[in-house]
């Protein structure tokens, strides 16, 4: 999967009805929430419902005027809806387990065949090992804002920064963890990362 970098000119080109824009959009984020939902969700008409619903949320927010005031953090945003969606989809069926809950084994996905799995984990496992060869500072700050998905504010409290030097240094922090990827593992960055 190739990841993209978002700009103005492309989510003024979704907003505007331009068609290979909306099937850029719609292929792209298909496949990264498929890969989020899959683990998520049991069955595909209930990742069908939450990717439909999170896709007319987001567009709905950002083709207002005003509506994304960074378009550049689009995938952070589309994740972002999605997770609201997932929460009020879990709270509609009854379902109350965490996201993220520790130790809960992954639902079998379908269609994922034993080599996309392992090479799923193969590639965890090498981010992983990036991140630990980081610098403090650069690794905490990815894991709470891109892993954990901690509130921004809350994050801001805690390394005693505003929001604007946050985004200094998590731009700064981004470009050393794909730095050492690339050297790593080539152009590819893996699936499912927005960093």
Known sequence: MQFTSFNAGYVESLCA?????????????????????????????????????????????????????????????VNTVCNHVLFEH???????ESLDAEGRPELHTKGADALEIAAAGQIKDKV???????????????????IDERDRDQVCLEFGVDRDYLRVLLHRAKQEFKTEYIKRMGNQMPQGTNI
């Open 17 to 77: 009805g331009d068609p290979q824009a909306q099937e850029h959009f719609v292929g792209y984020f298909t496949e990264l929430l498929h890969l989020k939902l899959r683990t998520r969700l049991q069955s595909a008409q209930a990742i069908e419902d939450v990717r439909q619903e999170t896709f007319a949320r987001v567009l709905s927010v950002v083709c207002k005027d005003g509506g994304l005031r960074e378009p550049e953090r689009l995938g952070a945003f």
């Open 128 to 146: 992983r090992k990036i991140l630990l060869d980081l610098v403090p500072r650069d690794r905490a700050l990815l894991q709470a804002v891109f």
């Open 90 to 96: 879990y709270r509609s069926t009854g379902h109350i």
